[in-house]
């Protein structure tokens, strides 16, 4: 095993990580805009850079159009969050966030209010999933604005500062379920190569307190 | 006295973490199971003093396997170690029979308390 790859139990541990990780984030969107996350057991796949916007397309070929919220994050643990829906679920958010009659869907106002509710779920997802595995491994990361893509092909840029297309990656996936709108979503954080040597030192660290 | 417990979670890690918080002035005999279907059999079978149960997890969830659980044995005593701490998923342990509801990760300090809730019951239970 070298250092630019992760061991099974590296995984198990990476699991189990964002599996808190998206417990603490559920927990916090349920109390701000009260509703009840359904969540998954998170995926962990270590794929190379260069395959990263294919395997994205393929993820969402059946969905059409699809929204996006992404976020780089950066540390040690540094890389990309992509908050993925299938088009037109940030319509059915909107209410959650404002108790007032949503536009006219089409219109300019109701675009814009669908941007703000995906910018809103997906700040508060994306930030508390990422720090708390940040603060697990004990590091503390700085956040870019959130870019929000709207009913728009899965045409996923990752950016070359931090996905060298040489490199490998770590996939961390989650499906969740807004039971009350019958809305599915992913939630992909996609870790540097950079960031799997730290990575490997930060997980054995992380178990050390329970030896 | 508690002396057997079961430790059902998906995560073989998280088993291992969380067998590591169990204090270890007393020998105690540990089962797991790797999922609630897994975990109702198993239950069935040894009879643990306590079970620690996950709630996420495949073939069948911590909620419907504890209340499998409870439903064979009313006096069964299971605590949720759960990362799933939202509070309608807590009011669904706790309404389905949980003793009690912890949050992962768990800290020795967490499961030593647990564990004393647990052994107070059981000790009240005829």
Known sequence: MNNTQISEEERDILQEIMNIAFGQAAAELAEIINIFVVLSIPYIRMIEAVDLPDYIRTEFSEFGNISIVEQNFWGDFKGTALLIFPAGSGKELISLLDDTPPPVAGSQSSDILEKETLMEVGNILIGACVGKVAELLKDVVTYSPPRVIVEDHPDIMMPKTLFDPTNSAIILKTIFCFNERDVHGFLFLITSHKSVAWLKTALADFMKQYE | ?126
């Open chain 2, 1 to 126: 006295m508690i002396r057997k417990i079961l430790i059902v979670d998906d995560s073989p890690i998280s088993r291992k973490i969380l067998k590591s918080c169990i204090p270890k002035d007393r020998e105690y005999e540990f089962v797991e199971a790797g999922d609630g279907l897994a975990a109702v059999e198993s239950y069935k079978k040894q009879q643990p003093d306590v079970t620690f149960m996950d709630l996420t997890m495949p073939v069948m969830d911590g909620i419907t396997s504890l209340a499998e659980i409870r439903k064979y044995d009313a006096a069964a005593v299971v605590i949720v170690l759960t990362a799933d701490i939202q509070t309608k998923s807590i009011d669904k342990a706790l309404n389905a029979g949980a003793l009690l509801v912890v949050k992962k990760p768990p800290t020795r300090e967490r499961i030593q308390d647990a564990l004393s809730k647990a052994e107070s019951v059981r000790r009240k239970t005829p």
